[in-house]
C-alpha cells in the first residue's frame, strides 16, 4: 500500500488502516516490512570477520543466498548451529539479522528467544508451547520476512520446539500468512564431543582442517540431536522429518584464530600495534586435548575479558 495513500487512512482511522495493510501484504506478498537482505555484505561479513569457520561461512552464505534468490520460496529456511561455547554460533546469528533488515538486530522482525529467559520453568511447557505456536504465527501474519533465532537449546524444555513442526516444512499459504519465506536459526551446543572430536582425529591423521568430511559431521551432529535428550531436538519430528535445511558445524578453534580474534579486538580498540598482548593472550587460553593441545577450550570467549588483564 502506498505511504500516502496509507497516510491519508491512517489520518482517518488507524484501525482501518492496519487491517487493510495487512490484507494488502498478505494478498501481494509486495510488504517485506523492513526486509533490506544484502547478501554480499553478508559474505563478506562472515569471510572477513570469523575465524576458522569454513564450514560455517560456506554453508550459511550459500543457504542464504540461495533460499533468497527465490521470490516464492515452498519451504523456510531453517538452519542448525552447532558447536563448542566460543566458536562464533552467536556472532553468525546476528551477522544475519545484521544484513537482512535495514535496523539490523534490532528490527521487530529478528525474534530471539532464550530458553532461561522465556521458558524457564519445565512444569509450564504446555502454556509455552501455545505461546510460542500463536507468537510466531502472529509474526508471520505481520511479517512473512521474520528471523527466528533459538539459542541455548541444549536448556530448551524438551518437545517445545516440536509445535513449530508444521511451520518448517512445505506449508500452504494460509490466508493471511506465508510461513515459507521465514528463517529459522536454532543454536546449541550438542554435537561439540562429536564435532571436537572429528576435528582431534583429523589433525592426529596430518590432514588439514578443510579436509573434515562436512557430510559425515552433519549427520553425526543430527544423530546425536535426535538421540540426546537435553539437546532441545530429542526424538523431534523436526529432525525425524528432515526439517532442518542444514545443520552448521562450528569448529573448535585454534591458537592461530584465537590469536586472529585478538588481534581484531584490539584494532577495534586503537591498539593494533600490542603483539605482546596477542602472545600473552594466546599463551594464557586452555588448549585440549591433553597431548596435542590443539584447540582452545573456550574458544575466542574469554578474549576480551583476557585482553583487559594484558593491555
Ligand atoms: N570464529 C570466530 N571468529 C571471530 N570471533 C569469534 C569467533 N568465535 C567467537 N568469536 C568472538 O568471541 C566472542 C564469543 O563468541 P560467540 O559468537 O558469542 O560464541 P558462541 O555463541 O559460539 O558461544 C564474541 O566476541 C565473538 O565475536
Ligand atoms: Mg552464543
Known sequence: MSTLRCVLLLGLCPAVCGLLQTLYCAWSQRCDCDFKPNVRD???????N???????????????????????????????????????????SSMLGNHLYGSAMSS??????VPT??????????EYKEQLKSWVKGN????????????????????????????????HVVFLTNYRKAIYVF???????????????NRQAGREREEIDLAELQDAVAHTLYTTNTSGFFQSSIV??????SF???????????????????????????TDVVEAVGGDMTYAPAPGQYFSTTGCKAVAAKINLFL
Open 42 to 48: 553478508l559474505e563478506w561479513d562472515l569471510y572477513k
Open 50 to 92: 570469523v575465524y576458522g569457520q569454513h564450514l560455517a561461512q560456506d554453508i550459511v552464505s550459500e543457504e542464504v543466498a540461495w533460499f533468497l534468490q527465490n521470490k516464492s520460496p515452498d519451504r523456510p529456511l531453517v538452519l542448525s548451529f552447532h558447536g563448542s561455547s566460543g566458536t562464533g554460533k552467536s556472532l553468525v
Open 108 to 113: 521487530p522482525y529478528v525474534h530471539q528467544f
Open 117 to 126: 529467559l522465556h521458558f524457564p520453568s519445565p512444569q509450564h511447557v504446555d
Open 140 to 171: 508471520l501474519t505481520e511479517c512473512a520476512r521474520s528471523v527466528f533465532i533459538f539459542d541455548e537449546m541444549e536448556k530448551m524444555p524438551p518437545g517445545l520446539v516440536d509445535v513449530l513442526e508444521p511451520f518448517l516444512g512445505p506449508s
Open 187 to 201: 543454536i546449541g551446543t550438542t554435537g561439540e564431543e562429536v564435532i571436537n572430536r572429528r576435528m582431534v582425529e
Open 240 to 245: 525425524k522429518q528432515k526439517l532442518v535445511t
Open 248 to 274: 552448521v558445524p562450528f569448529l573448535p578453534l585454534s591458537r592461530r584464530h584465537v590469536e586472529q580474534c585478538v588481534r581484531s579486538q584490539l584494532s577495534q580498540r586503537g591498539s593494533c600495534g600490542r
